[in-house]
């Protein structure tokens, strides 16, 4: 594989480590938002701030795969 394409698919690991990541949050937070009782906002601001980290990751994997670079 060319050294190009080996930092690209790293890159694109990478970043699928870190959506996994913030899948789980988004999906722990939620859920303690359904149940808590205080803090409701605290819980639905952090679901909302890491749906756009979600968005930005997948972003950064097109963009990078698009240019063929990592």
Same mark, same amino acid.
């Given at each position: ?5 080996? &930092?690209?698919?790293?890159? &694109? /690991?990478?970043?699928?480590?870190? &959506? ?5 949050a988004?999906?722990? /937070? ?14 639905? $601001?952090?679901?909302?701030? $890491?749906l /756009? ?14 240019n063929? $670079?990592?």
């Amino acid at each position: 594989m060319k050294p190009r394409f080996r &930092i690209l698919a790293q890159r &694109i /690991h990478d970043e699928i480590e870190e &959506i996994e990541r913030t899948v789980a949050a988004v999906a722990r /937070h939620w859920r303690r938002f359904q149940k808590a009782r205080a803090d409701q906002d605290a819980f639905l $601001n952090s679901v909302a701030l $890491n749906l /756009h980290s979600f968005y930005s990751d997948v972003v950064s994997v097109a963009v990078a795969v698009t240019n063929g $670079n990592g």
